[in-house]
């Protein structure tokens, strides 16, 4: 199973643009990149799943570079209500999630 | 219902006890998974149940823990003789194949307290 590396928490103030990547270095030829969001008591969300190049939808931009070894998630103008927790999976199987990138969005 | 339902949503129980844990998925989703989040930590992943089979039960924590799942809908997380370690939540998830592609849809999950 492809191992994820992503920072363990991330500051940023509203309006701004969040950026948040995640290192897949193993990551095999029929895996696919998703991202969840998990806020404080309940279970994680999904919020969007891309396979290369860039996928975008109402809530997010993912952007898988050419090798494949990193994503990064782009949540433009966060509001206070992104402070959540964003998990990086990769793989056939989406079973395992990491400890997630705590990110806190300030007034 | 339009999503996973689980039950209780908190338990407070004495160390010894045995609890169970209730997961009704999203109609027609044939796979099913259980996690465990421990206060501040990531997900765990315990088990999953593709229909009511569960092929790989090695993410079980100890042997204290079982799952079954029946008429490929409503499935049961029993954690015997139950230990103050055993306190956390209780996600449950459930998609509409073997999450390969596409999305989990995650319940509010079981708050268990252990005292």
């Known amino acids: 199973l492809a191992k994820t590396t992503q920072p363990i928490s991330m500051d940023s103030y509203e309006g701004q643009e969040v950026n948040i990547t995640c290192s897949h270095n193993?990551?095999?030829?029929?895996?696919?990149i998703t991202w969840y969001q998990q806020f404080p008591s309940q279970g994680p969300r999904f919020i969007i799943q891309?396979?290369?190049t860039k996928v975008t939808n109402e809530v997010a931009s993912l952007f898988i570079p050419a090798d494949r070894k990193s994503s990064t998630l782009s949540l433009p103008r966060v509001s206070l209500s992104d402070t959540a927790v964003y998990y990086c999976?990769?793989?056939?199987?989406?079973?395992?999630f990491g400890g997630g990138t705590r990110l806190m969005v300030k007034p | 219902g339009a999503g996973v339902s689980q039950s209780p949503s908190n338990k407070v129980t004495e160390k010894g006890k045995d609890v169970e844990l209730r997961c009704d998925p999203i109609?027609?989703?044939?796979?099913l998974y259980w996690y465990r989040q421990r206060l501040g930590q990531g997900l765990e992943f315990l088990i999953y149940?593709?229909?009511?089979?569960?092929?790989?039960k090695s993410g079980l924590p100890s042997d204290r823990f079982s799952a079954e799942r029946t008429g490929e809908s409503v499935s049961t997380l029993t954690i015997q003789r139950t230990q103050q370690e055993d306190s956390a939540v209780y996600l449950c998830?459930?998609?509409?194949?073997?999450?390969?592609?596409?999305?989990?849809?995650f319940g509010e999950g079981s708050r268990l307290t252990v005292l």
């Open positions: 998830a459930s998609s509409l194949e073997l999450a390969m592609t596409g999305e989990l849809f």
């Open positions: 193993n990551i095999a030829t029929n895996d696919y």
């Open positions: 891309g396979y290369k």
């Open positions: 999976l990769v793989g056939p199987d989406m079973l395992t």
């Open positions: 109609s027609g989703h044939t796979a």
């Open positions: 149940f593709q229909g009511n089979s569960a092929p790989d």
